[in-house]
């Protein structure tokens, strides 16, 4: 470990540097010409490493970008999956806004910490092991997906299939707090589309022929937000709501768009059951429920074991690795969810994930390679 952090410390401006420069190429989760330009950018940096680089084509989204790299001369059926994702939650332009900027010890700007700072580390995580003479024994595979921002819908069967022949999966979303605690557990999430439908009629003149969609909506949040049970780690949250026309009219149609979470998985199916189960509350009103369970939670069971090897690897290094249990999804729900043993934060060390704050600490982007490099030699 002391070889592999003792290589990556003199490496840490060009680290920031490739940071700069993955930044700069901008690449929000709906702007498919951006989010391929910046995988394409990304895989000539695996090229150039030896990998074998694939480009599995999406007609909507962004094309995931498959790298994986194979133990010279020997043949092996242990595999190691490293998930990220390509995307960023910022909009084409934000850069002019918020530049790429390195000052006091951080790197600022869109998409450093989440999680553009997590691909720089797996690729010098990979040089450092070349340079220290210490090529890992299992293949590895790495796969950069170009939706997790917005709910992996496309990259989801990817991630599953290699999910499924992977012996462990390390997913370099961003550690959780300033001493880099990995993420062992994470809650489900699901997102609930309610529509409500009534029926129009002119609010002055005849009233009582309408049916108020807005108010049948109205009562049934109040009723869903009783399901909320925070000690318990279940949250609902209304998080968009719209409807009706005019204020002399009575609304035909409104909708409501929840997120829904827990931490675990038969409150997540109790959560959505219940959803299943409401009825309309004002008479002649109708009610309809769309979507439901999207990231399953990831219990700690799954990370336990890889989280005690990491644990050991930091601590050859000099350092105390902390552990965490964050309510935010990621692909590693999907896996851990299969069966798989997954560690989860293994990227970027920083703070303010999807807000114009956003930035890491460079100082501990050697630190997170060597980590990652001391995982894929040893397991
Ligand atoms: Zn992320």
Not at 132 to 149: Q, Y
């Amino acid at each position: 470990m002391r070889s592999l952090l003792d290589w990556l410390r003199p490496h840490e401006r060009a680290m920031t540097n490739m940071l700069g420069q993955f930044v700069r190429a901008e690449s929000p989760s709906f702007d498919k010409a951006a989010v391929d330009r910046f995988g394409r950018m990304v895989a000539v940096e695996w090229k150039k490493r030896g990998a074998t680089v694939r480009l599995l084509r999406q007609r909507e989204r962004g094309d995931h970008v498959r790298a994986e790299w194979r133990p010279r001369g020997k043949r092996t059926a242990a595999q190691i999956l490293v998930l990220g994702h390509l995307d960023t939650v910022y909009d084409a332009g934000t850069i002019a806004r918020m530049p790429f900027r390195v000052s006091r010890g951080r790197a600022w700007g869109p998409g450093t910490f989440d999680m553009k700072g997590g691909l720089v580390i797996a690729l010098y995580a990979m040089d450092a092991l070349a340079a220290v003479g210490c090529a890992p024994k299992n293949r590895i595979v790495f796969l950069w997906t170009s939706d997790e921002e917005i709910g992996s819908g496309s990259s989801r069967p990817a991630i599953e299939r290699e999910a499924k022949r992977s012996d462990a999966v390390l997913v370099l979303e961003p550690a959780s707090g300033l001493d880099g605690r990995l993420k062992t557990g994470r809650k489900g999430v699901g997102e609930i589309e309610l529509i409500a439908t009534g029926h129009a009629a002119h609010a002055g003149l005849d009233p009582e022929n309408g049916i108020n969609a807005i108010e049948e909506l109205a009562l049934q949040i109040v009723r869903l937000s009783r399901w909320n049970q925070p000690r318990r780690g279940i949250t609902v949250n209304v998080g968009v709501i719209e409807g009706g026309t005019r204020t002399n009219v009575i609304a035909e149609s409104a909708r409501a768009l929840v997120d829904l979470r827990a931490s675990r998985i038969e409150d997540m199916r109790g959560l959505e059951r219940k959803f299943r189960a409401l009825r309309p509350i004002l008479a002649g009103a109708e009610l309809e429920i769309r979507g439901g369970l999207n990231r399953p939670p990831m219990e700690r069971k799954a990370s336990a074991a890889l989280y005690d090897k990491a644990r050991a690897l930091s601590k050859e290094m000099g350092m105390t690795l902390g552990e965490a249990f964050v309510g935010g999804g990621s692909d590693g729900n999907f896996t851990a969810a299969l069966g798989v043993p997954t560690l989860d934060g293994l990227g970027a060390v920083g703070e303010g994930a999807h807000s114009p704050n956003e930035n890491i600490v460079i100082r501990a982007l050697p630190e997170r390679a060597a980590l990652l490099a001391g995982l894929f030699g040893t397991s």
